[in-house]
């Protein structure tokens, strides 16, 4: 199924009075105020009131207008920062042919340059064998793992309702991602925080240290690494608590903070953590921290209505552009586009429901690894994860 794109709605900003955002209401209330104070001003006849009454129309545009979808007061401020920004000269690249340098081409001492058009970096173009090509470009030294600036990429994946195939997709993805046969080699973090029903260990037949042996370990000098296992497929798994906790005690907001910051230290570049499906502090902690939160939901009304819920749940969270969707348990027919118009988002994949996933959990194996249609969808899943990343990050 392609992308689908979905119309501004739910994840609209909230709306304090009036209809208007936080930044549309500040403008009005202002806009007002100023008009207020310009009517009451001792000005010129006739000067006072066009004035009152014109600074009035600023605001009220700015806070009422829309424009493409968008208040006319976040239009104001893109053209503010466009025309805020320095225009700086170009650079012209070009491949032609660099100029043959010599003695006899270069000005005496004192003469100044010849006059140019523009700044020219000329660029070589060398065939296979050049004998002007540089040698130590040409090794067969395969290059070294690329350090992740800012730690690591951090996927979150979500649903308010269970039994959504949350904790099944999280390990396919992380074993995927994983897999040097893939790609490049990424180190890949897989964790455990369901602290309602943590099944990773479950799903992959691992029995090892778990969240809980990190969260009471003595804070000076325990290192995340030490509480994980390396799985087949080369992920590094940190199994969830064994049975169900309550409270703040062992696990919390702060340890989990604490973990992810240890994973930044040890040099992981994907993250990947399963959450319970409720919004507790340690779970928004999660959450807010997370580059990608990828809900996950299934194609029945249920899991149409569990999406909206959650999405709505989320936005009150703050999180919004790291906001998307994977339809799990996928059926032929079932339309999304009119159900799911009013969602912000965009749904990444759709796994449709296979035999093939409930075989590969009873043996305890990677459902990739067996082949099928899902394994098919959890492959493009992973690549556009790690074509996403390959990508420059932009402030």
Known sequence: MDEVQFADGIDAPDRLAFGLGAGQLLVVVAGAMLAYALARAPLPTGLGPPLALTVAALAAALG???????????WALFAGRFLAQSRAGSLDVTSADAPPVDGAAMPAHGEA?????????????YAVGDAGAVP??????????RLRIGGAHRITLF???GGTGRTTLATELACLLADP?????????????DTRSASVAVRLGMACATVADYALAPPEGRCAAGFMTEHGSGAHVMLGTPRPSGGDWPLNAGVVRDLLRDLDVEGFDIVITDVAAELSALTA????SADDVLVVLNATPGGVQDAYRTTEQLRRLGVRHQLRFVVNRARAGVDFATAMSDLAGHVIAEIPDDPAVLEAEDRQRCVADAGGAAADALHRLARRVRRELAMPRHA
């Open 159 to 161: 649903s308010l309702k």
């Open 136 to 145: 130590a470009l040409r090794t067969a030294t395969p290059p070294a793992r």
């Open 113 to 125: 340059l010849p006059a140019t058009r523009g700044l020219v970096v000329p660029l070589r173009r």
């Open 285 to 288: 902690a999660v959450i807010t």
């Open 64 to 74: 009422w207008l829309r424009l493409a979808g968008r208040p006319a007061l976040d």
């Open 181 to 193: 046969s893939s790609g490049e080699r990424l180190r890949v973090a897989l964790v455990d925080l």
